[in-house]
């Protein structure tokens, strides 16, 4: 099948995903907020599609103080960029969100989850095609595992969407952080092509639903 035009078009300008892979795997957190003393965090792990979109959307909701972008859900150790683009590896992206419930809920981090990506496109978000752009939930516990699989059901019945929703809930396996130029990527990169054209549109609707959620500048 011929890729579309914008999709070719994508990939000439270089802002496809996976364009560009960089061997760095030091990680160091940047625009993450320190954890105060005290304050007893917890952690949710998703998977919507390129994890530099959902590092994005995530990072700006109060509450919420790591977004560490990586692999996980496959068969390899600690993965590189290109394996996990070759897809044989098994990996999703993921955004690993470590936050305070005291400020947010798990429920909140799922409404977000779900209103910032489709769940119903199997192995694809937008232009990007492939299992690490799955959409999945890896849930630490049983109480994740309810309400994720609750409200799956209760999105499936409500007809939010036309098709069903194909979003894998699954018991954590593993997760591997990604290199370090993919931390705070869209931060650091917002001339980059795919920041511009991809991220800065889908980000600016995100703020505008949730802008009673998000962080005081």
């Not at 959307?57 to 068969?75: A, D």
Request: hydrophobic share 30%; net charge neutral; proline share 5%.
């Amino acid at each position: 099948m011929k890729k579309s035009y914008f999709s070719l078009l994508l990939m000439v300008l270089g802002f496809t995903a996976c364009a560009q892979p960089k061997k760095e795997k030091t990680l160091q957190m940047m625009n993450n907020e320190q954890i105060p003393a005290g304050v007893k965090t917890e952690t949710a792990i998703f998977g919507e599609g390129c994890f530099w979109c959902t590092e994005a959307f995530f990072q700006r909701l109060n509450g919420v103080y790591k977004v560490i972008s990586g692999y996980g859900g496959g068969s390899v150790e600690n993965p590189s960029y290109e394996q996990v683009c070759d897809k044989t590896t098994g990996h999703a992206e993921l955004a690993k969100i470590i936050y305070d419930p005291a400020k947010i809920s798990y429920d909140e981090l799922l409404e977000v989850f779900w209103k910032t990506h489709d769940p119903t496109t199997f192995n694809q978000q937008g232009n990007d095609v492939g299992p690490q752009y799955r959409s999945v939930i890896f849930y630490l516990n049983e109480e994740q595992k309810e309400k994720a699989e609750h409200y799956k059901e209760k999105l499936d019945k409500s007809g939010a969407w036309d098709k069903p929703i194909v979003t894998a809930i699954e018991p954590f396996k593993n997760f591997y952080p990604a290199e370090n130029y993919h931390q705070n990527y869209y931060n650091d990169n917002q001339n980059q092509g795919y920041c511009r054209f991809v991220i800065a549109p889908k980000l600016e609707k995100f703020e505008k639903v949730f802008k009673d959620k998000l962080k005081k500048q």
